[in-house]
């Protein structure tokens, strides 16, 4: 069965909103949930580490004040965009892992598209 | 810097017609690498771990093998629903305590009935 559950599916808005998607564990506690961008035909890039009960690693060239993450609890993260641009339109996946050195497992994604 | 190539880019098969996909890759400290399948508008699905050259593992139609520069993933007679696009990845040992996965850009697969 599913291990990560990643919620909306997809969703199209105006440009200069919002969107938060939302991203859970449901077999096991989660301290560490990663967030990765998918544009079409390209493979998955890490935007960010989401760490439970702190704030989350971003990678070079990722803006924080642009995708904010937060991890309030061990079975959930979320990932706002925020005012958002349609060059922000993509495929947003999440994962998360028993532990290091342990397969990533992923939700079914979000697409954003933003008119 | 870390690098992952696959190949071919896109792969297609009669049913039946045994292949290989390719994952060459250059990491410094390698902690894993791992197999993924990936259907349109979904997420990746996972199929192998392997974490040592020599090691092989083998699942239905597929198998996995790793070197120290590649690793090889093995389709004995395969069926139309293996058609997707298979992910290679490495886990180096940067970034945080779970390291970072680096993806390769992907071999689609195509099997024709």
């Keep these: 069965g599913a291990v990560v559950s990643q919620h909306p599916s997809w969703v199209i808005c105006k440009s200069g909103t919002s969107v938060k998607i939302e991203c859970r564990s449901l077999d096991f506690q989660a301290t560490t949930m990663f967030w990765y961008r998918q544009f079409p035909k390209q493979s998955l890039m890490l935007m960010a580490t989401s760490n439970e009960g702190s704030k989350a690693t971003y990678e070079q060239g990722v803006e924080k004040d642009k995708f904010l993450i937060n991890h309030a609890s061990l079975t959930l993260s979320t990932l706002t965009v925020t005012s958002a641009h349609p060059e922000d339109s993509s495929f947003y996946i999440c994962s998360t892992t028993r532990g290091s050195n342990q397969p990533q497992h992923f939700g079914d994604g979000t697409r954003l598209s933003i008119l | ?113």
Excluded: M
């Design chain 2, 1 to 113: 810097e870390d690098q992952v190539t696959q190949s071919p880019e896109a792969l297609r098969l009669q049913e039946g017609e045994s292949s290989s996909l390719n994952c060459s890759y250059t990491v410094s400290g390698l902690r894993g690498l791992f197999w993924y399948r990936q259907d349109p508008g979904k997420g990746p699905e996972f199929l192998f771990t392997l974490y040592s050259a020599g090691e092989e593992k083998e699942k239905e139609r597929l198998k996995a093998t790793l070197t120290k520069k590649e690793s090889f993933l093995h389709i004995t007679a395969p069926k139309p629903e293996d058609s997707a696009t298979y992910l290679c990845a490495l886990l180096n040992a940067g970034g945080t305590s779970y390291g970072k996965l680096t993806f390769g850009q992907g071999t689609i697969l195509t099997v024709h009935p």
